[in-house]
Protein backbone atom coordinates (compact mmCIF):
# COMPACT_ATOMS: atom_id res chain seq x y z
CA UNK A 1 0.00 0.00 0.00
CA UNK A 2 3.00 2.31 0.28
CA UNK A 3 4.09 1.80 -3.22
CA UNK A 4 1.60 4.14 -4.90
CA UNK A 5 -0.89 6.94 -4.00
CA UNK A 6 -4.35 5.98 -2.44
CA UNK A 7 -7.44 6.93 -3.71
CA UNK A 8 -10.12 8.32 -1.41
CA UNK A 9 -12.30 4.97 -1.92
CA UNK A 10 -9.37 2.95 -0.98
CA UNK A 11 -8.50 5.15 1.94
CA UNK A 12 -12.30 4.48 2.99
CA UNK A 13 -11.75 0.54 2.57
CA UNK A 14 -8.51 0.46 4.67
CA UNK A 15 -10.27 2.16 7.40
CA UNK A 16 -13.42 0.32 7.71
CA UNK A 17 -10.70 -3.00 7.32
CA UNK A 18 -8.80 -1.67 10.51
CA UNK A 19 -12.12 -0.57 12.19
CA UNK A 20 -13.71 -4.31 11.78
CA UNK A 21 -10.57 -5.49 12.65
CA UNK A 22 -10.79 -3.69 16.39
CA UNK A 23 -14.77 -4.77 17.02
CA UNK A 24 -13.20 -8.79 16.14
CA UNK A 25 -10.73 -8.27 18.35
CA UNK A 26 -13.12 -6.53 21.04
CA UNK A 27 -15.70 -10.03 20.18
CA UNK A 28 -15.25 -11.45 23.70
CA UNK A 29 -17.22 -10.18 25.81
CA UNK A 30 -16.06 -10.23 29.58
CA UNK A 31 -18.92 -12.30 30.69
CA UNK A 32 -17.25 -15.28 28.04
CA UNK A 33 -13.90 -14.41 29.27
CA UNK A 34 -14.83 -15.34 32.96
CA UNK A 35 -16.50 -18.21 32.62
CA UNK A 36 -13.50 -19.80 30.17
CA UNK A 37 -11.43 -18.65 33.72
CA UNK A 38 -14.18 -19.91 36.16
CA UNK A 39 -14.28 -23.54 33.68
CA UNK A 40 -10.13 -23.48 33.65
CA UNK A 41 -9.73 -23.32 37.14
CA UNK A 42 -12.44 -26.04 37.75
CA UNK A 43 -10.60 -28.25 35.50
CA UNK A 44 -6.98 -27.66 37.23
CA UNK A 45 -8.95 -28.42 40.79
CA UNK A 46 -10.32 -31.48 39.25
CA UNK A 47 -6.61 -32.66 37.54
CA UNK A 48 -5.23 -32.18 40.91
CA UNK A 49 -8.05 -34.33 42.52
CA UNK A 50 -7.56 -37.37 40.41
CA UNK A 51 -3.95 -36.94 40.08
CA UNK A 52 -4.24 -38.06 43.94
CA UNK A 53 -6.11 -40.80 43.12
CA UNK A 54 -3.99 -42.32 41.22
CA UNK A 55 -0.62 -41.61 43.25
CA UNK A 56 -3.10 -43.91 45.72
CA UNK A 57 -3.68 -46.37 43.02
CA UNK A 58 0.00 -46.68 42.39
CA UNK A 59 0.76 -46.90 46.34
CA UNK A 60 -2.13 -49.80 46.59
CA UNK A 61 -0.56 -51.61 43.22
CA UNK A 62 2.77 -51.50 44.58
CA UNK A 63 1.85 -52.89 48.05
CA UNK A 64 0.14 -55.92 46.18
CA UNK A 65 3.43 -56.32 43.91
CA UNK A 66 5.89 -56.35 47.21
CA UNK A 67 3.74 -59.09 48.79
CA UNK A 68 3.80 -61.52 45.33
CA UNK A 69 6.19 -60.20 42.66
CA UNK A 70 5.73 -63.05 41.00
CA UNK A 71 2.47 -63.22 40.43
CA UNK A 72 1.94 -59.30 40.44
CA UNK A 73 5.14 -58.19 38.03
CA UNK A 74 3.21 -58.75 34.70
CA UNK A 75 0.46 -56.08 35.51
CA UNK A 76 2.97 -53.96 37.63
CA UNK A 77 5.34 -53.30 35.02
CA UNK A 78 2.66 -52.82 32.33
CA UNK A 79 1.92 -49.83 35.13
CA UNK A 80 5.24 -48.19 35.53
CA UNK A 81 5.69 -48.20 31.46
CA UNK A 82 2.38 -46.66 31.37
CA UNK A 83 3.12 -43.79 34.28
CA UNK A 84 6.13 -43.00 32.19
CA UNK A 85 4.75 -42.45 28.93
CA UNK A 86 1.57 -40.57 31.03
CA UNK A 87 3.98 -38.45 33.07
CA UNK A 88 6.09 -37.30 29.22
CA UNK A 89 2.56 -36.03 27.81
CA UNK A 90 2.08 -34.58 30.81
CA UNK A 91 4.89 -32.96 31.03
CA UNK A 92 4.57 -31.71 27.58
CA UNK A 93 1.22 -30.22 28.09
CA UNK A 94 1.82 -28.27 31.06
CA UNK A 95 5.07 -26.57 28.62
CA UNK A 96 2.64 -26.19 25.66
CA UNK A 97 0.57 -23.90 27.85
CA UNK A 98 3.16 -22.20 28.55
CA UNK A 99 4.48 -22.01 24.95
CA UNK A 100 0.91 -20.33 24.44
CA UNK A 101 1.31 -17.45 26.58
CA UNK A 102 4.86 -16.81 25.29
CA UNK A 103 3.54 -16.81 21.80
CA UNK A 104 0.83 -14.52 23.18
CA UNK A 105 3.02 -12.02 25.37
CA UNK A 106 5.56 -11.63 22.55
CA UNK A 107 6.83 -8.18 24.39
CA UNK A 108 7.96 -10.22 27.34
CA UNK A 109 10.95 -12.67 27.48
CA UNK A 110 10.13 -16.13 29.31
CA UNK A 111 11.36 -15.33 32.63
CA UNK A 112 9.42 -12.06 32.91
CA UNK A 113 6.63 -14.64 32.21
CA UNK A 114 7.11 -16.93 34.78
CA UNK A 115 7.95 -14.19 37.31
CA UNK A 116 4.71 -12.36 36.20
CA UNK A 117 2.14 -15.28 35.17
CA UNK A 118 3.02 -18.49 37.27
CA UNK A 119 3.33 -19.16 40.48
CA UNK A 120 5.90 -22.34 42.07
CA UNK A 121 3.97 -24.98 43.68
CA UNK A 122 4.39 -28.30 44.92
CA UNK A 123 2.60 -31.04 41.91
CA UNK A 124 3.28 -34.89 42.48
CA UNK A 125 6.54 -34.01 44.21
CA UNK A 126 8.16 -31.79 41.92
CA UNK A 127 8.58 -28.11 41.53
CA UNK A 128 6.11 -26.66 38.12
CA UNK A 129 4.69 -23.72 37.76
CA UNK A 130 1.18 -23.66 37.82
CA UNK A 131 -0.17 -21.06 35.34
CA UNK A 132 -2.54 -17.98 36.94
CA UNK A 133 -4.20 -17.29 33.86
CA UNK A 134 -6.06 -14.46 35.33
CA UNK A 135 -2.97 -12.31 35.44
CA UNK A 136 -2.45 -12.99 31.29
CA UNK A 137 -3.70 -9.59 29.64
CA UNK A 138 -3.74 -11.44 26.41
CA UNK A 139 -5.81 -14.19 27.37
CA UNK A 140 -8.40 -12.60 24.98
CA UNK A 141 -6.01 -12.76 21.87
CA UNK A 142 -6.18 -15.00 19.24
CA UNK A 143 -3.87 -14.75 16.43
CA UNK A 144 -0.41 -15.43 17.38
CA UNK A 145 -1.72 -18.60 19.70
CA UNK A 146 -3.50 -19.44 16.04
CA UNK A 147 -0.42 -18.93 14.24
CA UNK A 148 1.43 -21.35 16.73
CA UNK A 149 -1.29 -24.08 17.09
CA UNK A 150 -2.72 -24.42 13.80
CA UNK A 151 -0.26 -22.10 10.90
CA UNK A 152 -1.51 -24.06 8.13
CA UNK A 153 -4.73 -26.74 7.85
CA UNK A 154 -2.22 -29.57 7.83
CA UNK A 155 0.48 -28.15 10.44
CA UNK A 156 1.38 -26.27 13.29
CA UNK A 157 1.74 -27.38 17.03
CA UNK A 158 -1.56 -28.96 17.62
CA UNK A 159 -0.13 -31.38 14.80
CA UNK A 160 2.38 -32.69 17.19
CA UNK A 161 -0.36 -32.41 19.70
CA UNK A 162 -2.47 -35.11 18.28
CA UNK A 163 0.55 -37.07 17.60
CA UNK A 164 1.36 -37.29 21.45
CA UNK A 165 -2.11 -38.03 22.46
CA UNK A 166 -2.91 -40.43 19.41
CA UNK A 167 0.28 -42.52 20.90
CA UNK A 168 -0.64 -42.35 24.30
CA UNK A 169 -4.03 -43.56 23.69
CA UNK A 170 -3.02 -46.47 21.58
CA UNK A 171 -1.06 -47.69 24.56
CA UNK A 172 -3.88 -47.55 26.81
CA UNK A 173 -6.15 -49.29 24.29
CA UNK A 174 -3.18 -52.04 24.09
CA UNK A 175 -3.26 -52.36 28.11
CA UNK A 176 -7.01 -52.81 28.69
CA UNK A 177 -6.77 -54.86 25.83
CA UNK A 178 -9.39 -52.97 23.89
CA UNK A 179 -9.59 -52.43 20.07
CA UNK A 180 -7.77 -49.20 18.42
CA UNK A 181 -11.44 -47.57 17.17
CA UNK A 182 -12.90 -47.90 21.10
CA UNK A 183 -14.75 -45.50 22.52
CA UNK A 184 -14.03 -46.12 26.62
CA UNK A 185 -10.88 -44.34 25.93
CA UNK A 186 -10.71 -40.43 25.37
CA UNK A 187 -8.48 -38.63 23.89
CA UNK A 188 -9.93 -39.19 20.19
CA UNK A 189 -8.14 -36.39 17.46
CA UNK A 190 -9.53 -38.42 14.31
CA UNK A 191 -13.10 -37.54 12.84
CA UNK A 192 -14.78 -34.82 10.78
CA UNK A 193 -15.71 -31.57 13.34
CA UNK A 194 -18.38 -29.35 11.66
CA UNK A 195 -17.62 -25.40 12.05
CA UNK A 196 -20.01 -22.35 13.16
CA UNK A 197 -21.37 -22.31 9.36
CA UNK A 198 -21.38 -26.26 9.22
CA UNK A 199 -18.25 -26.70 6.95
CA UNK A 200 -16.22 -29.74 8.07
CA UNK A 201 -13.12 -28.86 10.00
CA UNK A 202 -10.29 -31.68 11.45
CA UNK A 203 -9.52 -31.71 15.39
CA UNK A 204 -7.32 -29.48 15.22
CA UNK A 205 -8.86 -26.84 13.33
CA UNK A 206 -11.79 -27.40 15.04
CA UNK A 207 -9.76 -26.69 18.60
CA UNK A 208 -7.44 -24.24 18.07
CA UNK A 209 -8.21 -22.22 14.61
CA UNK A 210 -8.89 -18.41 16.52
CA UNK A 211 -9.29 -19.82 19.88
CA UNK A 212 -8.77 -17.08 22.18
CA UNK A 213 -5.79 -18.10 24.49
CA UNK A 214 -7.99 -18.46 27.83
CA UNK A 215 -9.93 -21.18 25.68
CA UNK A 216 -6.68 -22.44 24.82
CA UNK A 217 -5.54 -23.18 27.73
CA UNK A 218 -9.18 -24.43 29.18
CA UNK A 219 -8.90 -27.20 26.49
CA UNK A 220 -5.82 -28.04 27.28
CA UNK A 221 -6.41 -28.80 30.54
CA UNK A 222 -9.43 -30.98 29.30
CA UNK A 223 -6.90 -32.93 27.72
CA UNK A 224 -4.55 -33.45 30.69
CA UNK A 225 -8.19 -34.58 32.55
CA UNK A 226 -8.77 -36.81 29.62
CA UNK A 227 -4.79 -38.45 29.71
CA UNK A 228 -4.79 -38.75 33.92
CA UNK A 229 -8.99 -40.22 33.60
CA UNK A 230 -7.15 -42.62 30.65
CA UNK A 231 -4.52 -43.55 32.86
CA UNK A 232 -6.11 -44.20 36.24
CA UNK A 233 -9.01 -46.42 34.28
CA UNK A 234 -5.88 -48.16 32.71
CA UNK A 235 -4.83 -48.95 36.15
CA UNK A 236 -7.33 -49.91 37.36
CA UNK A 237 -8.00 -52.34 34.79
CA UNK A 238 -4.20 -53.94 35.43
CA UNK A 239 -5.36 -54.00 39.47
CA UNK A 240 -8.42 -56.22 38.25
CA UNK A 241 -6.61 -58.50 36.63
CA UNK A 242 -4.71 -59.66 39.43
CA UNK A 243 -6.99 -62.26 40.93
CA UNK A 244 -7.49 -62.75 44.55
CA UNK A 245 -5.55 -65.71 44.83
CA UNK A 246 -2.81 -63.60 43.96
CA UNK A 247 -2.21 -61.88 47.68
CA UNK A 248 -2.32 -62.73 50.92
CA UNK A 249 -4.32 -63.63 53.26
CA UNK A 250 -4.17 -64.21 57.17
CA UNK A 251 -7.99 -65.54 57.26
CA UNK A 252 -10.84 -67.60 55.63
CA UNK A 253 -13.70 -66.50 55.54
CA UNK A 254 -17.37 -68.48 54.03
CA UNK A 255 -19.62 -66.44 52.03
CA UNK A 256 -22.54 -67.19 50.94
CA UNK A 257 -23.73 -64.82 47.41
CA UNK A 258 -27.33 -65.57 46.54
CA UNK A 259 -28.61 -65.18 42.82
CA UNK A 260 -31.45 -63.41 44.23
CA UNK A 261 -33.15 -63.33 47.93
CA UNK A 262 -36.06 -62.16 46.09
CA UNK A 263 -38.05 -65.26 44.74
CA UNK A 264 -41.11 -65.81 42.95
CA UNK A 265 -43.36 -68.60 43.70
CA UNK A 266 -42.72 -71.35 41.34
CA UNK A 267 -39.13 -70.65 40.95
CA UNK A 268 -35.85 -72.24 42.34
CA UNK A 269 -33.59 -70.13 44.87
CA UNK A 270 -30.44 -70.57 44.00
CA UNK A 271 -26.97 -69.13 45.62
CA UNK A 272 -23.29 -69.66 45.20
CA UNK A 273 -20.97 -70.43 48.48
CA UNK A 274 -17.07 -69.78 48.57
CA UNK A 275 -14.02 -69.63 50.07
CA UNK A 276 -11.99 -66.44 49.86
CA UNK A 277 -8.68 -66.60 49.36
CA UNK A 278 -8.47 -70.20 47.70
CA UNK A 279 -8.34 -70.77 44.26
CA UNK A 280 -10.76 -72.85 42.05
CA UNK A 281 -8.70 -76.68 42.46
CA UNK A 282 -9.54 -76.10 46.36
CA UNK A 283 -11.87 -78.96 46.87
CA UNK A 284 -14.54 -78.31 48.87
CA UNK A 285 -18.23 -80.11 50.87
CA UNK A 286 -20.98 -78.36 52.21
CA UNK A 287 -23.80 -80.16 54.48
CA UNK A 288 -26.86 -77.52 54.23
CA UNK A 289 -30.08 -78.19 56.31
CA UNK A 290 -33.22 -75.07 55.30
CA UNK A 291 -35.69 -73.77 58.57
CA UNK A 292 -32.16 -73.60 60.96
CA UNK A 293 -29.82 -70.70 62.07
CA UNK A 294 -26.56 -73.02 62.20
CA UNK A 295 -25.86 -76.71 61.76
CA UNK A 296 -25.36 -78.25 65.36
CA UNK A 297 -24.72 -82.36 66.42
CA UNK A 298 -28.52 -82.53 66.92
CA UNK A 299 -29.42 -81.74 63.51
CA UNK A 300 -26.45 -82.74 61.48
CA UNK A 301 -28.06 -85.68 60.61
CA UNK A 302 -30.74 -84.00 58.56
CA UNK A 303 -28.36 -81.89 56.51
CA UNK A 304 -28.05 -82.65 52.64
CA UNK A 305 -24.19 -82.62 51.30
CA UNK A 306 -23.02 -80.93 48.57
CA UNK A 307 -19.86 -81.66 46.51
CA UNK A 308 -18.19 -78.19 45.48
CA UNK A 309 -16.57 -77.47 41.87
CA UNK A 310 -14.39 -74.71 41.17
CA UNK A 311 -13.94 -73.47 44.70
CA UNK A 312 -17.81 -72.61 45.11
CA UNK A 313 -21.01 -74.58 46.30
CA UNK A 314 -24.07 -74.22 44.50
CA UNK A 315 -26.99 -74.13 46.33
CA UNK A 316 -30.26 -74.54 45.08
CA UNK A 317 -33.70 -75.06 46.89
CA UNK A 318 -37.43 -75.29 45.70
CA UNK A 319 -39.86 -72.34 46.62
CA UNK A 320 -43.35 -73.75 47.08
CA UNK A 321 -43.79 -71.71 50.72
CA UNK A 322 -44.27 -67.51 50.54
CA UNK A 323 -42.08 -65.75 53.36
CA UNK A 324 -38.88 -65.30 54.74
CA UNK A 325 -37.06 -68.66 54.59
CA UNK A 326 -33.79 -69.87 56.49
CA UNK A 327 -31.16 -71.73 56.05
CA UNK A 328 -27.38 -72.67 57.31
CA UNK A 329 -24.04 -74.91 56.43
CA UNK A 330 -20.74 -75.74 56.63
CA UNK A 331 -17.81 -75.90 54.19
CA UNK A 332 -15.69 -79.04 54.95
CA UNK A 333 -12.37 -78.49 53.51
CA UNK A 334 -8.67 -79.27 53.67
CA UNK A 335 -6.16 -77.00 55.02
CA UNK A 336 -3.49 -76.50 52.47
CA UNK A 337 -0.70 -76.07 54.76
CA UNK A 338 -1.17 -78.48 57.25
CA UNK A 339 -3.73 -81.01 55.40
CA UNK A 340 -6.44 -80.73 58.66
CA UNK A 341 -10.19 -80.89 57.90
CA UNK A 342 -11.60 -77.29 59.02
CA UNK A 343 -15.07 -76.36 59.17
CA UNK A 344 -16.35 -72.95 58.20
CA UNK A 345 -19.86 -71.99 58.97
CA UNK A 346 -22.36 -69.99 56.98
CA UNK A 347 -26.01 -68.69 57.07
CA UNK A 348 -28.75 -67.35 55.20
CA UNK A 349 -32.25 -65.95 54.65
CA UNK A 350 -34.12 -64.93 51.44
CA UNK A 351 -37.99 -63.93 50.91
CA UNK A 352 -40.50 -65.58 48.75
CA UNK A 353 -43.22 -63.72 47.59
CA UNK A 354 -46.14 -63.91 45.03
CA UNK A 355 -45.44 -61.09 41.48
CA UNK A 356 -45.66 -57.28 42.07
CA UNK A 357 -45.90 -54.98 39.66
CA UNK A 358 -45.16 -51.32 40.35
CA UNK A 359 -46.09 -48.93 37.50
CA UNK A 360 -45.92 -45.15 38.49
CA UNK A 361 -46.14 -41.75 36.89
CA UNK A 362 -42.75 -39.64 37.72
CA UNK A 363 -44.41 -36.17 36.99
CA UNK A 364 -47.79 -36.47 36.95
CA UNK A 365 -50.97 -38.79 38.37
CA UNK A 366 -51.88 -38.70 34.60
CA UNK A 367 -51.64 -39.29 31.08
CA UNK A 368 -51.31 -35.96 29.20
CA UNK A 369 -52.24 -36.11 25.10
CA UNK A 370 -50.04 -34.88 22.52
CA UNK A 371 -46.64 -35.06 25.43
CA UNK A 372 -44.45 -38.18 26.17
CA UNK A 373 -45.74 -39.20 29.68
CA UNK A 374 -42.00 -40.86 31.64
CA UNK A 375 -43.02 -43.51 33.61
CA UNK A 376 -41.53 -45.94 35.54
CA UNK A 377 -42.40 -49.57 35.33
CA UNK A 378 -40.56 -52.18 37.55
CA UNK A 379 -41.00 -55.43 39.48
CA UNK A 380 -38.98 -56.15 42.51
CA UNK A 381 -36.69 -58.67 41.83
CA UNK A 382 -36.80 -58.33 37.99
CA UNK A 383 -34.09 -56.93 36.26
CA UNK A 384 -35.45 -54.24 33.85
CA UNK A 385 -34.16 -56.45 30.39
CA UNK A 386 -36.91 -58.78 30.98
CA UNK A 387 -40.03 -56.45 32.11
CA UNK A 388 -42.49 -56.44 28.52
CA UNK A 389 -44.84 -53.98 29.30
CA UNK A 390 -47.85 -53.13 26.35
CA UNK A 391 -50.81 -50.19 27.41
CA UNK A 392 -54.40 -50.32 25.93
CA UNK A 393 -54.08 -46.91 23.94
CA UNK A 394 -51.06 -45.04 22.41
CA UNK A 395 -47.85 -45.98 22.39
CA UNK A 396 -45.23 -47.21 24.84
CA UNK A 397 -41.85 -47.59 24.34
CA UNK A 398 -38.51 -47.52 25.87
CA UNK A 399 -36.29 -44.18 27.03
CA UNK A 400 -33.33 -44.49 25.07
CA UNK A 401 -32.05 -42.07 28.38
CA UNK A 402 -32.87 -43.75 30.87
CA UNK A 403 -34.38 -46.82 32.35
CA UNK A 404 -38.00 -45.54 31.98
CA UNK A 405 -40.81 -45.38 29.63
CA UNK A 406 -42.57 -42.90 28.03
CA UNK A 407 -46.29 -43.23 27.22
CA UNK A 408 -47.59 -41.28 24.15
CA UNK A 409 -51.20 -40.58 23.10
CA UNK A 410 -51.54 -37.93 20.64
CA UNK A 411 -55.07 -38.51 19.92
CA UNK A 412 -57.91 -38.82 23.55
CA UNK A 413 -59.27 -42.28 23.45
CA UNK A 414 -62.97 -42.82 22.42
CA UNK A 415 -64.88 -43.88 25.45
CA UNK A 416 -63.27 -43.68 28.86
CA UNK A 417 -60.27 -42.12 28.70
CA UNK A 418 -58.21 -44.42 30.94
CA UNK A 419 -55.35 -45.77 29.89
CA UNK A 420 -53.99 -49.70 31.03
CA UNK A 421 -50.62 -50.69 31.63
CA UNK A 422 -49.57 -54.31 31.66
CA UNK A 423 -46.09 -55.83 31.86
CA UNK A 424 -44.94 -59.81 31.82
CA UNK A 425 -41.53 -61.31 31.85
CA UNK A 426 -39.57 -64.04 30.86
CA UNK A 427 -38.12 -65.78 33.32
CA UNK A 428 -37.17 -69.92 33.47
CA UNK A 429 -38.33 -69.75 29.71
CA UNK A 430 -42.22 -69.47 31.41
CA UNK A 431 -43.70 -65.93 31.04
CA UNK A 432 -45.31 -64.41 34.55
CA UNK A 433 -48.30 -62.08 34.25
CA UNK A 434 -47.39 -59.33 36.46
CA UNK A 435 -50.29 -56.80 36.91
CA UNK A 436 -51.65 -54.34 35.26
CA UNK A 437 -52.39 -50.23 37.02
CA UNK A 438 -54.97 -47.26 35.31
CA UNK A 439 -54.23 -43.73 34.87
CA UNK A 440 -56.45 -40.82 33.70
CA UNK A 441 -55.69 -39.23 30.34
CA UNK A 442 -56.38 -35.45 30.20
CA UNK A 443 -55.69 -33.18 27.40
CA UNK A 444 -52.77 -30.30 28.60
CA UNK A 445 -54.06 -27.80 30.35
CA UNK A 446 -53.85 -24.40 29.06
CA UNK A 447 -51.10 -21.87 29.56
CA UNK A 448 -51.52 -17.96 31.10
CA UNK A 449 -50.63 -15.53 28.51
CA UNK A 450 -48.16 -13.50 30.23
CA UNK A 451 -46.38 -10.12 29.13
CA UNK A 452 -43.54 -9.27 31.02
CA UNK A 453 -44.94 -11.62 33.68
CA UNK A 454 -47.76 -10.09 34.07
CA UNK A 455 -51.59 -10.92 33.24
CA UNK A 456 -52.57 -7.39 33.81
CA UNK A 457 -52.07 -4.17 36.56
CA UNK A 458 -49.91 -1.30 36.19
CA UNK A 459 -46.59 -1.52 34.10
CA UNK A 460 -43.30 0.58 33.28
CA UNK A 461 -43.31 1.72 29.80
CA UNK A 462 -39.63 0.30 29.25
CA UNK A 463 -40.48 -2.99 30.65
CA UNK A 464 -43.52 -3.18 28.61
CA UNK A 465 -41.26 -2.44 24.93
CA UNK A 466 -38.15 -4.51 26.32
CA UNK A 467 -41.13 -8.14 26.32
CA UNK A 468 -42.05 -7.08 22.99
CA UNK A 469 -44.51 -10.51 23.02
CA UNK A 470 -46.93 -12.40 24.71
CA UNK A 471 -45.72 -15.55 26.19
CA UNK A 472 -47.78 -18.38 26.88
CA UNK A 473 -46.46 -19.59 30.70
CA UNK A 474 -47.34 -23.29 31.66
CA UNK A 475 -47.52 -22.67 35.62
CA UNK A 476 -47.28 -25.89 37.68
CA UNK A 477 -46.22 -27.97 35.02
CA UNK A 478 -43.89 -30.26 34.95
CA UNK A 479 -43.74 -31.38 30.93
CA UNK A 480 -40.95 -29.73 28.48
CA UNK A 481 -43.76 -28.55 26.32
CA UNK A 482 -44.59 -24.88 24.63
CA UNK A 483 -47.84 -23.29 23.45
CA UNK A 484 -47.39 -21.19 20.22
CA UNK A 485 -49.55 -17.66 20.04
CA UNK A 486 -51.24 -17.64 16.74
CA UNK A 487 -52.85 -14.12 16.77
CA UNK A 488 -54.20 -11.60 18.58
CA UNK A 489 -55.81 -8.06 19.27
CA UNK A 490 -54.11 -5.12 19.85
CA UNK A 491 -56.28 -2.12 21.06
CA UNK A 492 -55.73 1.50 22.90
CA UNK A 493 -57.69 4.27 23.16
CA UNK A 494 -56.19 7.57 21.51
CA UNK A 495 -57.92 11.20 21.32
CA UNK A 496 -61.07 9.19 22.62
CA UNK A 497 -60.96 6.50 20.15
CA UNK A 498 -60.65 2.87 20.46
CA UNK A 499 -57.90 1.48 18.16
CA UNK A 500 -58.02 -2.52 17.59
CA UNK A 501 -55.03 -3.89 15.66
CA UNK A 502 -55.91 -7.54 14.34
CA UNK A 503 -52.06 -9.09 14.62
CA UNK A 504 -50.87 -12.54 13.57
CA UNK A 505 -48.09 -14.11 15.82
CA UNK A 506 -46.97 -13.49 19.50
CA UNK A 507 -44.44 -10.20 18.38
CA UNK A 508 -45.61 -6.67 18.97
CA UNK A 509 -45.38 -4.90 15.51
CA UNK A 510 -43.75 -1.70 14.64
CA UNK A 511 -47.18 -0.47 14.75
CA UNK A 512 -47.71 -1.63 18.26
CA UNK A 513 -44.44 -0.33 19.35
CA UNK A 514 -44.98 2.95 17.94
CA UNK A 515 -48.47 3.28 20.22
CA UNK A 516 -47.16 2.38 23.28
CA UNK A 517 -43.61 4.61 22.66
CA UNK A 518 -46.10 7.76 22.33
CA UNK A 519 -48.12 6.32 24.84
CA UNK A 520 -48.90 8.91 28.31
CA UNK A 521 -49.25 7.38 32.11
CA UNK A 522 -52.37 6.21 32.59
CA UNK A 523 -52.82 4.72 28.98
CA UNK A 524 -54.46 1.35 28.82
CA UNK A 525 -53.63 -1.44 26.32
CA UNK A 526 -55.44 -4.30 25.77
CA UNK A 527 -54.21 -7.76 24.28
CA UNK A 528 -57.63 -9.39 23.61
CA UNK A 529 -58.65 -13.36 21.82
CA UNK A 530 -55.49 -14.30 22.47
CA UNK A 531 -55.33 -17.57 20.29
CA UNK A 532 -52.54 -20.21 20.88
CA UNK A 533 -51.77 -23.83 19.31
CA UNK A 534 -50.79 -26.98 21.87
CA UNK A 535 -48.36 -29.62 20.70
CA UNK A 536 -51.70 -31.74 20.71
CA UNK A 537 -52.99 -29.12 17.47
CA UNK A 538 -55.90 -27.43 19.00
CA UNK A 539 -56.12 -24.15 18.53
CA UNK A 540 -57.08 -22.70 22.54
CA UNK A 541 -58.48 -19.09 23.02
CA UNK A 542 -56.69 -17.60 26.63
CA UNK A 543 -57.12 -15.12 28.87
CA UNK A 544 -56.67 -11.40 27.76
CA UNK A 545 -53.67 -9.42 29.33
CA UNK A 546 -55.11 -5.50 30.04
CA UNK A 547 -51.51 -3.41 31.07
CA UNK A 548 -51.92 0.37 31.90
CA UNK A 549 -48.76 2.71 31.68
CA UNK A 550 -47.32 3.84 34.76
Known amino acids: MAGYKETPRQKMISMMYLVLTALLALNVSKEILDAFLVVNKSMETTNESVAAKIDDAYAKFQAQYNLNQAKVGPYWEKAQQMQVQAEDLLKYLEHLKFKLVLEAERNKDSLEIVNLYYKDSIIRGENRPVLNLHLVPSKDKYNETTNFMVHTPTKGEAFVLAEHMDKFRSTVLSVMDLPQNSEKVGLVTSGVYPNADGAKQNWEMHNFYNTILAADITIINKIIAEVRSAQFNALNYLYSQVSEKDFKFDNVKAEVI?????????????????????????????????????????????????????????????????????????????????????????????????????????????????????????????????????????????????????????????????????????????????????????????????????????????????????????????????????????????????????????????????????????????????????????????????????
Open 258 to 550: PTSTYIFKGQKYEARVLVAAYDSKTDLESRVLQGVDEITAANQSRATSIKGEGGMINLEFPTNTEGLQRYAGQIIMREPGTGEIKTYPYQGEYIVAPPALTVAPLKMNVFYIGVDNPVSISSPGLAQEIIRPVISTGILKKDPKSNDWIVRIDKKPTGKAIATVSATAEIDGKVLQLGTSEFRVKRVPDPIAEIAGQTGGSIDKNILLSAGAIIPNMEDFNFDLYFIVTSYTFGTIVNGDYLPKNIKGNQFTPEVISLIKNGKSKQKFFFDNIQSQGPDGTIRPLNPVNLELK
